[in-house]
């Protein structure tokens, strides 16, 4: 038996952290993202336009219980909670003092404490953890079975993110570090094998659906990759901040410690899975900003290394400093969430925060044209946002973004040939990007605690018009999809151009 320290804290910890992300998860109002992520789980299928199909999938588990936007986030609230408690179970055998200190860090950090949201990083981040959980336990046993388990951990993590690839190559990079991991070659090869009907799922789907999530990560979303001084600053902030100024002090000066911990070769696995990734996204951030959720699924591996890392003395330090660093937050989401609508009025998140926080009135001011009209907007944002307060769909009016193009699978445009449309805007519409494709159409414009919105009201929609005038340059900047990868079917083309290919214009 320990003294009552911290391993007496764990369970009150755990339950008070569940609390608070439970209260936060129900007051918080929707996002885009999560919006967005929601049409996904109301329309289930083996893949989605931006990524792997996992988030879908828990959103339409969920919608079976309900709509609210606490169960809607269930999933992330209770898997943060289940990594806090499992980084314990993992780590006590070693120091159980350090393995609950390490689990009430990560517990009370913002890591776990607001990170509310249910995105695409939720499964990612679960099956990681459960992957590497197995994978340790697989190199300490030697059992064939643990190795397999953390194979299928890892193809769940696949079909969630494609940062799960990291994942694997950091494996990859153990195992040929590792002696006593290359001594388990056999176990290695099970994890992969079972890992691969997973991935194949997903190739299938990409193959057979325009290639639409290597579209989208690897081309679409890149043309703005470039060079520039700032771009690892702020990577390293965002390290900074996730470990918190103190730690990253610390791991700083005890960095000539770092050989002599990464002896023990389990925690040498938590070092190269951490490590390998932060690494890979270190030289993308020199010519892109790195999203701090992208690290999300590989920042318990950093909590467990802090367990050898750093002493008692530091480990209770730290937690100290974490609870008041995390209360900060607390506070801070409480004086945003207490501010009236007009502390918004005349900012540039003043139509946003109307749209967040005032859906129902603003819905209101549509109730009108409902029933009338098929409603729309120009963004996938405002889109998935109004269709989740409206339990109707919004679909998405004009060329849009290369980002969240799910709307191309959900929407055919050539059932609304002749049909009246309403698109919702937040800025003033221009005639050229509307006039062309209605018999006629109308403007109109409404404010709402002090924001402007834009309506267009479009009558007889010809899609011929649309086609060409919009469809068509949709085709060619989104589903111009490169000649060596093999095309088994293309919704985008098969539906508006039967007789074309979806392939990139030759130059002369």
Not at 5 to 34: H, M, N, Q, Y
Not at 95 to 119: C, F, M, Q
Not at 127 to 135: D, H, K, N, Q
Not at 142 to 161: E, R
């Amino acid at each position: 038996m320990i003294p009552r320290t911290a391993r007496d804290w764990l369970i009150p910890a755990l339950l008070a952290t569940l609390a608070i992300k439970l209260v936060l998860a129900a007051t918080l109002p929707f996002s885009g993202d999560e919006a967005y992520f929601l049409i996904w789980g109301q329309r289930p299928d083996f893949g989605f336009y931006d990524h792997p199909p996992m988030v879908g999938w828990l959103l339409w588990l969920m919608l079976h219980i309900g709509n609210a936007e606490w169960v809607l986030r269930l999933p992330i609230v209770l898997f943060t909670s289940f990594i806090g408690y499992g980084l314990y179970r993992l780590l006590r055998e070693w120091d159980e003092e350090k393995a609950a200190l390490a689990a009430l860090l990560y517990l009370v950090s913002p890591v776990n404490l607001i990170g509310v949201l249910i995105t695409t990083d939720a499964g990612l981040i679960v099956f990681s953890f459960i992957t590497v959980w197995l994978l340790a336990r697989a190199l300490q046993s030697g059992k064939t079975s643990l190795f397999v388990w953390a194979g299928v951990a890892f193809g769940l993590a696949c079909l969630s993110k494609y940062f799960a690839a990291l994942l694997g190559l950091a494996i990859i990079v153990y195992w040929a570090t590792t002696p006593k991991a290359r001594a388990q070659s056999r176990g290695f090869l099970w994890l992969f094998a079972a890992s691969l009907p997973f991935i194949a799922l997903n190739v299938y789907w990409n193959y057979s659906h325009c290639w639409a999530n290597i579209m989208f990560n690897v081309f679409n979303r890149n043309d703005d990759a470039k060079l520039a001084w700032y771009k690892p600053l702020v990577y390293l902030l965002i390290h900074v901040y996730l470990a918190t100024p103190w730690v990253a002090w610390w791991l700083i000066q005890k960095r000539k410690a770092l050989p002599a911990v990464l002896q023990d070769e389990r925690f040498r696995l938590f070092a190269v899975v951490f490590a390998v990734p932060m690494t890979v996204f270190a030289l993308l951030s020199l010519e892109k900003i790195i999203g701090l959720h992208w690290l999300l699924s590989f920042y318990p591996f950093l909590f467990a290394l802090l367990a050898l890392w750093l002493s008692h003395a530091e480990l209770h330090r730290a937690l100290r400093y974490m609870v008041v660093f995390s209360g900060v937050h607390l506070v801070a989401i409480a004086v945003i969430g207490l501010l009236p609508m007009s502390a918004w009025q005349g900012t540039r998140y003043t139509d946003g925060a109307v749209i967040m926080l005032k859906p129902a009135e603003l819905l209101e001011r549509l109730e009108p044209y409902r029933g009338k009209f098929a409603l729309a907007s120009d963004g996938y944002s405002t889109a998935a946002i109004m269709s989740y307060h409206a339990q109707e769909d919004f679909l998405v009016f004009g060329e849009a973004s290369s980002h969240a193009r799910h709307d191309d699978i959900v929407t055919d445009f050539r059932a609304l040939q002749g049909h009246n449309i309403l698109v919702f805007l937040k800025k003033p519409p221009e005639f050229d990007k509307y006039g062309p494709y209605f018999k006629s159409i109308e403007f109109s414009d409404f404010t709402l605690y002090g924001a402007k919105f834009y309506l267009v009201l479009g009558y007889g929609f010809n899609y011929e018009a649309y086609r060409e005038g919009v469809l068509r340059q949709v085709k060619e900047k989104y589903y111009a999809i490169p000649s060596y990868l093999p095309m088994g079917g293309c919704y985008f083309c098969e539906r508006y151009f039967p007789n074309e290919t979806c392939r990139p214009k030759r130059t002369p």
